[in-house]
Each structure stands twice: as structure tokens, then as C-alpha cells.
């Protein structure tokens, strides 16, 4: 991709930040129709100057607009506006947010190519759309199961009676017959299934640290505070950013990631004069549209970089001055240096003195740390100035640092080089997660929020109810695991604990909107083996997924643009999904905005919602439904609105939305009339979001209450303070007895099990190993996690590559355009490949979240023909951390295919099942 011209305007960004825009319009992103190009129509592929059918649609007025949810948001944090244009029910054409001028204080929520394209995923070919069963499974478990056949077999169309019936009558056989323990279930945001399995005794699930790696465990005993929770999120308020004079991004690719409005807020920022530097693998989108300096780092190798970056610090430091911020370090953090150590230490040893090469006589030094990431030692200099006292620098990043082996330091240490510079509770000062998900750009509480609703939410009451995932499948397989922490989403590392055996009998996967064979456990084809053996797999879900074609029943849900409230036209049903069922304020979305999720058409098919199915599951179990479902769904919604809040000008939360009798004699609920919001419920019904306007004066500053006043405001951790040094976790972490090595309170480097210097057979000879290629996995702009993977339009604009440097294609005799076999002892995938000279050598990008494709014609080498990244991973857990999932560390070697080369994506069949006649 080249260089994109960062005076781009905002709106052309979006399609810019494809890198393809013309083939986007060409594709049918516009709602056109793919076509061929005429002969004398030029290479460049421009549409033509015509108005295909469903424009004139629109311009006829044969329909109406309607706000549509966009369900991608919950993955980049956008929640943006969509529109639908919906003739006859059906939606014809999309459309976004163009009601108002797009301002900073109120910007438009302009929908990125992900977002368009919901209407393919809605009427695609990937929908699921009646019950099916496959059609060698019979109910009973043993030789009945068939389990060789999952993801071979042919499928049987149901009725929804007969599904009921089978799903309900195998949970009572399992639960009776083998208890809760037998039962793995992983579950989207959605109360339903969560609470009905909870009602039953309990369920197993993979645990792991998900997406934020090593991250987690180490946020509160350090000093960070949970990224989720009111009052300790990620950054300061996208308001701050231009106040910066940096902003470095370090595994940051939000134009791909979060392309919506927080790579807006980023360019705003840059507009406004701050400069950026990005650190990484490859020189990307968001470094081009930034205009930022790039410093290649391998990835995996944060850690010793950082080390290299704080040396140099200390360096300058004593040549010049005005670097480290000493009263900063002396006053808000414990144990830099040994005059300021932590009441708790046991340990005589220190940051500074670490570094400087006290304790074990190696220096960490630029020269030293480039042996492993590979960064010119003039940028390890670079970087030291930028973060020195003199800067206003904000050092934000992704988890994409945090997915490795051997970054348990990774967080202690960016808050360590932060502090040197004295980065933190200041305007135009931080660090933090802050280009992620639904706080990517934009720090601070939510400043709108639903109300809780009548619904039950019952916890899961199985202790140790973990499998880790890093060994999930495996431990299906063999029957037993090792656990080392009692969280299902390790938190906090005072949870951890010696090793504990655990014997397991998985009888039964229940996947509820949720592709655990794509996201979870130690590698598909292990997942594949893990699948084949239990007794029953049931997968709920809108589209389908890796984890549907390997399931025996397959019930499909309702999209979230899908409902009804007028009981005499059917089932009750109204998409809740993004805000989950429990209410819950601090869900994955964004800060500012409220967006209706209000029925846009009629469910489609045979689709019910997850709330209908566990109502009837239920009931077949033998539990009273009203326990869980107490109200409606309609109902349930109307109760989370009318209890929303927002953030006034005067900082107090008030009233969102009044509501009138008539709306809710409309809807059917008994809500009663309420004044008071600031604006009527129907009104927002037909605006389709509320956004909480930006023009009070208020900018959150992460951390600035402590600043002002350590002692009143204290830090939520053993000192009060920032932990340098931190005992916490080094007595966490070596609870676990994973490494003989005890790991050190404050952040020092340990080889990491599986990474650079492990993909060497001799290190010191510099002799490659029989996986020399470091692969990085990037969340791509055509996809949202796995969501959007069948879109027609997206497959056709944007390629999913295996991205390799110039220097090791020419080295392998690979072009731009040829069939890859990506392969490590885990598995292979077939992809064509992308040679730039924007990568390090040594290093690979293969994009997340393509479903796969399994070729088993040769059943002893089995090979993905869609580019599954999860194909590749295997139980190589880090030396300390246990439940964490290292993506980014993975090795691999590649070769030119010699069997041929696969067709593009926009020309290979779309995953999908072909439903029979009933």
C-alpha cells in the first residue's frame, strides 16, 4: 500500500483507508451490484455513470430511512450510525450519519466500509436461516454422536418443535448423566444463556487474559486501573489529544481497526500540530495517514526496546539534563531507584540500577536491545528525547505488544518510561491502552448510559470453571488440565496460585454467538479433534461460523436490525445485543453516544431471538421461565431506556429520555409517563443515537486527580503510588512455578519461551531455526473479528494476504500475487501473498479473522484454503503467564505452493450451508 496523503479529508478517508477506493465503489459498497468491466472501460475500474436499481429506489422516495445498528462496533468502537433505506421491508440501500455539521464537539458517527456492508450480512449467503440438524447425529451420546462426521457430514432441515426438543432434551441427558463440569459453554454478551446455564449448576469455559494478553493481571496492582471500569479508563478525552506535542503508537493500526471516528480524532490531533511516531512490524495505514516517524520493532520484542528507550533516557540524562522527571518519580511512584522503594519489598534491588547493569553486569543499551527488535540505535535516541520531561508525549498503545511470549513486563515498563518523563495526569501527558476497541482515541467514564433492566442474571456458581485456553482443545482431547488462576478472565494476579490438576469430561459445546473453534483453544485442528469427540455440539448464531459447520444443531438467531413488537404479528422480538442483557454501563461501546437498537425490518426466515430460544429451553428443562425472563423483551428494553443517563453540562447525570403514554401503549409496555429527559423517546427512535455534546468544557484526564493530590487521591494499589516496583505481581506471577527463574517486582528481561530468539536453532551463531518467521496477526479493515468475512463487496476490495518484506520474498523467489503455504508443526494455510518493503524482514502479517476452509482430502495434512491465522497456533504458553494467548509470537516458515495457486477470495465460495427443503 503506499503513502496516503495526509491532508486527506475526513470523509474520504474512510474509503481511503482501504487503500482501494475505487475497487470499494466498483465492488458495490454503494449497493451496486459486482460487474464486469467493458472492453473499452479503462484498467482503473471506475463505476459507470449509471444509476442501478435500488438508487432509483431512493430517488423515487419509494421507501423510508431508518436508523440501523452496527454490530461490528462492539470489535472497534465505533457504535456508528448507520442507515438502512427499506422499501417493502426489505433494505435496499445503506447510508450513515449526515443529519448535522460534523463538528469536534459534536462529530458526526460516520460509518466505515464494515458498517456498510451489514445489509450483505443480513440477506447474504452466510445468513442461517431455519433449524438443522446434521444428519448422522442422533440424541443419546455414545455411537449415536458420530462425531467423526462433524464438519463433513450433510445437514437435515428441522422444525423449530423438533429443534427445541433435541437441544432441550440432550442438555437434561448431559447435565443428569455428567454434571456441569461436562459442559462447555462460550457466550457472547447476552445474559440469556449465560443465566440459563448458571440455573442448571454451572458450565466450563476457556479462560485466557481474550484480547488484552498480558495486560490484565497487572493493571491494578501497578497502577493503570482496570481500562473498563468508571473512573479508571484507558487515556485522557480525545478533547487532550491535540494538546499533545507527541503521540506515539506503538502496535497501533486504528485506520484499520477502529477506521471510524477514532482515527478522526487522531487526524484532528495531527491537524493541530502534534506529531506521531508509531512502532511496529510494518509501516501502516495509521503511520502514513499521520504523517508519523516509524521505528521498526520485530514483534515480541517490546520489552528489551523499552529497556533500551529508559537506559538512554538515563544516558541523556546525565550528558544533558532535563530529561527524567525526578521530582515526578520521587513524588507519585516507588521503586525507580532505592531511595524511594515500596514498604512491601523484599527485594534490594531496583528499576535504575537493573538497567544500568547492577545486577547482572549487562547494560541495557541501545546495542544491546537491537540484538532483539531490531530497532536502529539512533531511534532508541530519538524516542528517549520525545519521551523527556521537555515533551508533552502521550504513549499509547494496542494489546497487540501484549499478545506475545514473554511480555508479563510489558505493561510495568510502559508505565515506567512514561513516569521517567513525568507523563501522566497532565494535559497532553499519558499512557495507556488507546487504540483499542471502544475506547480507542477517546478516554474517560461514559458519559451516557441505559438503565438496568428486569431480567435474571445469574453467576456461573462452578468454581475453577476454567479451561486455559492457550491448551483448551488439548485438554478436551486428553481429558485433564493444569490450572493456575480461579478467573475465567484472569483480572487481577492475586488470583493466581500453585499448579492444580483437574481431570475433564466435556461431553457437550454450546457456542451462543460466539466461533470458539476460530477464537479459542490451542489450534483448529486440535479444536477439529476436540469437536469430533464430545457428544454434542449446539451453536445459536446469526451467520454462519467455523463453529456452526462443526455442530450437530444449528438454531438461528435474529440479526440486530430484526424485530417485532405488535403481538398479533408474531413472537415478541427486539434486538438487544450491543447493550448487553444485564444493563451492563460498562459494555463495549462508545463513550459518547447512545445507539437506538430499535427493529429496522420483520425477522427473516425462520430466525428467532437467543431470548426465545432459552424461554423454550426452559421450559423443557424444567425450569419456569419467568425466573429468568420476567418481561418481555420489548419490556425489558423499554426499562434499560427509561433508566438511562447522561452527563450534563453541570457534571451531574440526569434523565436521558421522556417518555410518553402514547409510546409505550404503542410498544405494549407498562411503563409509566416520565418527564424530565432531555429528549423524547420516540424522537430518538427515528434520530437513531444520542450523542452527549462535547461542548461543556469538560476533558477527562486520566489519572489528574491523583496529580493534584496524591494523598487524597490515592492510586488503588499496595503503595498508593505508580509501582516501579511492584510485589504484587512478582508474587503472583511466581506462584504460578511456571519458570524456575523467579521473575523480578519491577520489569526486567527473561528470554521469552517462544519468539525471536527461539526462532534461531543456534542464537549466538545467528543459525536460523525450521521456523525463522515471526507472524504478527493485524485486525483488518475488512473484517471485525471474524464478523464480515462473507461480505461480497469487502472480498472483493480488500485481499486477505500473508504480508511479507521485500527482502524475504526475493530470498524465496515469492511475487506479489503467488499461492503462499504458510506452515509451522500446528498446521498450514494457503494465501496469496503481499511483498512491501514496509515490513521488517523476519517478520509476517496474515490478518485475523478469516473463517476456514478445511481441505481434509489428504486426512494426514490437512490445510486451511482461506488463511485462518488460528490455524497456526499451538500450547506454547509464556514463562510466567499461563492464560495468555501469545498470537503474536507464533512461528512459521513459507514456501511458494507448488500445488497450483487458489483463487481470490471474491471468487471462492462464501462459507454457508445449503438449507433443504422441509
Known amino acids: 500500500m503506499g503513502i496516503i496523503d495526509h491532508a486527506i479529508s475526513r470523509k474520504d478517508f474512510l474509503r481511503a483507508s482501504t487503500a482501494a477506493a475505487a475497487v470499494i465503489a466498483a465492488a458495490g459498497v454503494s449497493g451496486c451490484s459486482p460487474r464486469e468491466r467493458t472492453a473499452d472501460e479503462p484498467a482503473s475500474g471506475k463505476p459507470r455513470a449509471t444509476i442501478c436499481e435500488n438508487d432509483q429506489l431512493v430517488l423515487e422516495g419509494k421507501g423510508e430511512w431508518k436508523p440501523a445498528i452496527c454490530w461490528s462496533g462492539a470489535g472497534c468502537g465505533g457504535m456508528c450510525l448507520n442507515k438502512a433505506y427499506v422499501v417493502d421491508g426489505v433494505v435496499v440501500r445503506s447510508g450513515t450519519d449526515n443529519d448535522h455539521d460534523d463538528t469536534e464537539a459534536n462529530p458526526q458517527w460516520r460509518a466505515c466500509p464494515r458498517g456498510r456492508s451489514k445489509r450483505q450480512n443480513v440477506y447474504g449467503v452466510e445468513r442461517l436461516k431455519y433449524p438443522i440438524k446434521r ?341 478436551i482431547v486428553d481429558g485433564k488440565y493444569t490450572s493456575y488462576d480461579e478467573g475465567v478472565l484472569t483480572g487481577d494476579c492475586s488470583v493466581f496460585h500453585e499448579p492444580v490438576e483437574h481431570e475433564l469430561n466435556i461431553k457437550m459445546i454450546y457456542a451462543l454467538q460466539q466461533n470458539p473453534l476460530h477464537s479459542r483453544g490451542n489450534g483448529q485442528l486440535k479444536g477439529v479433534e476436540a469437536f469430533r469427540k464430545v457428544e454434542f455440539v449446539c451453536t445459536q448464531d446469526v451467520f454462519v461460523s467455523d463453529t456452526a459447520m462443526f455442530s450437530d444443531i444449528v438454531l438461528p438467531i435474529v440479526s440486530q436490525w430484526e424485530g417485532n413488537w405488535e403481538p398479533s404479528e408474531g413472537d415478541l422480538v427486539w434486538p438487544v445485543g450491543l447493550i448487553p442483557l444485564r444493563g451492563d454501563v460498562n459494555g463495549n461501546r462508545n463513550k459518547e453516544i447512545l445507539p437506538v437498537e430499535h427493529p429496522v425490518i420483520k425477522p427473516l426466515f425462520e430466525a428467532k431471538s437467543d431470548y426465545w430460544v432459552q424461554e423454550r429451553l426452559c421450559e423443557k428443562v424444567g425450569i419456569d421461565p419467568e425466573e429468568l425472563f420476567p418481561v418481555s423483551q420489548v419490556q425489558f428494553y423499554f426499562d434499560i431506556m427509561a433508566g438511562a443517563t447522561y452527563r450534563a453540562p453541570d457534571g451531574e447525570y440526569k434523565r436521558l429520555f421522556s417518555i410518553r403514554q402514547e409510546t409505550a401503549d404503542k410498544y405494549h409496555v407498562d411503563n409509566k409517563p416520565q418527564d424530565g429527559g432531555v429528549m423524547d423517546l420516540e424522537e430518538y427512535f427515528e434520530r437513531g443515537v444520542f450523542s452527549v455534546p462535547r461542548d461543556d468544557g469538560y476533558v477527562f484526564i486520566k489519572y489528574g486527580d491523583f496529580i493534584e493530590d496524591p494523598e487524597g487521591h490515592p492510586l488503588e494499589t499496595a503503595s498508593g503510588k505508580f509501582e516501579i516496583y511492584c510485589q504484587a505481581k512478582a508474587d503472583g506471577l511466581n506462584r504460578c512455578q511456571l519458570s524456575e527463574e523467579p521473575i523480578k517486582p519491577y520489569a526486567n528481561y527473561f528470554t521469552p519461551n517462544s519468539g525471536y530468539v527461539s526462532s534461531f536453532e543456534d542464537w549466538e551463531g545467528k543459525v536460523p531455526g525450521k521456523y525463522p518467521y515471526l507472524l504478527y496477526q493485524p485486525h483488518y479493515i475488512r473484517r471485525a473479528h471474524t464478523q464480515n468475512d462473507g461480505s461480497t463487496w469487502l472480498r472483493e476490495a480488500l485481499e486477505n494476504p500473508i504480508f511479507i518484506s521485500a527482502v524475504d520474498a526475493e530470498a524465496k523467489g515469492v511475487k506479489t500475487g503467488d499461492t503462499v503455504r504458510v506452515f509451522n508443526d500446528y498446521g498450514q494455510v494457503l494465501r496469496q501473498a503481499s511483498v512491501m518493503a514496509s515490513i521488517m524482514p523476519g517478520c509476517v502479517g496474515l490478518p485475523h479473522g478469516a473463517h476456514f476452509d478445511l481441505d481434509e482430502s489428504d486426512p494426514e495434512n490437512p490445510i486451511d484454503l482461506a488463511g485462518s491465522e488460528n490455524m497456526l497456533q499451538g500450547p506454547d504458553h509464556s514463562n510466567y503467564l499461563y492464560s495468555l494467548s501469545p498470537y503474536n509470537t507464533t512461528l512459521v516458515d513459507f514456501e511458494r505452493y507448488d500445488g497450483g495457486d487458489i483463487p481470490r477470495d471474491c471468487e471462492r465460495d462464501i462459507a454457508h450451508i445449503d438449507f433443504p427443503e422441509a
Open 135 to 475: 444428519k448422522h447425529w442422533q440424541p443419546g451420546g455414545g455411537e449415536n454422536s458420530n462425531g467423526h462426521l462433524r464438519g463433513v457430514d450433510e445437514w437435515e432441515r428441522i422444525t423449530w418443535d423438533e429443534a427445541i426438543d433435541l437441544v432441550g432434551s440432550e442438555i437434561k441427558r448431559i447435565y443428569d448423566e455428567y454434571g456441569p463440569r461436562s459442559v462447555l459453554g462460550q457466550f457472547a454478551f447476552d445474559a440469556s444463556a449465560y443465566s440459563f446455564f448458571s440455573k442448571l449448576g454451572g458450565f466450563m469455559q476457556m479462560n485466557d487474559t481474550v484480547s488484552y494478553g498480558s495486560y490484565t493481571p497487572f493493571v491494578g496492582p501497578l497502577g493503570f486501573g482496570y481500562m473498563g471500569e468508571p473512573g479508571l479508563p484507558a487515556m485522557n478525552d480525545r478533547l487532550d489529544l491535540k494538546n499533545a506535542d507527541y503521540i506515539v503508537l506503538d502496535g497501533c493500526n486504528p485506520a484499520w481497526a477502529s477506521a471510524g471516528n477514532p482515527m478522526f480524532y487522531f487526524q484532528q490531533a495531527r491537524d493541530a500540530g502534534t506529531q506521531y511516531a508509531y512502532i511496529g512490524p510494518s509501516y501502516n495505514l495509521t503511520a502514513a495517514a499521520l504523517d508519523a516517524k516509524w521505528i521498526p520493532l520485530r514483534n515480541g520484542t517490546d520489552t528489551p526496546f523499552l529497556l533500551g528507550v529508559a537506559y538512554e533516557m538515563l544516558r541523556l540524562e546525565e550528558e544533558e539534563g532535563g530529561i527524567v522527571d525526578w521530582e515526578f518519580l520521587g513524588k507519585y511512584c516507588v521503586g525507580f531507584d532505592l531511595e524511594h522503594m515500596p514498604d512491601d519489598a523484599t527485594l534490594d534491588e531496583c528499576f535504575k540500577d537493573y538497567v544500568l547493569g547492577a545486577y547482572d553486569g549487562v547494560p541495557k543499551t541501545p546495542e544491546w536491545a537491537s540484538q532483539f527488535c531490531g530497532t536502529p540505535v539512533e531511534d532508541f535516541t530519538w524516542l528517549a528525547r520525545v519521551m523527556g520531561k521537555q515533551n508533552k508525549t502521550m504513549f499509547l498503545f494496542s494489546f497487540a505488544g501484549f499478545r506475545t511470549n514473554g511480555s508479563e513486563n510489558l505493561a510495568q515498563l510502559i508505565m515506567t518510561v512514561a513516569c521517567m518523563g513525568g507523563h501522566a495526569g497532565k494535559s497532553g501527558h499519558g499512557f495507556g491502552p488507546g487504540a483499542y476497541g471502544p475506547f480507542a482515541a477517546n478516554g474517560g467514564e461514559m458519559l451516557v448510559s441505559p438503565g438496568l433492566g428486569r431480567i435474571g442474571d445469574i453467576p456461573n456458581p462452578l468454581e475453577e470453571c476454567g479451561i486455559p485456553t492457550i491448551v483448551g482443545w488439548q485438554a
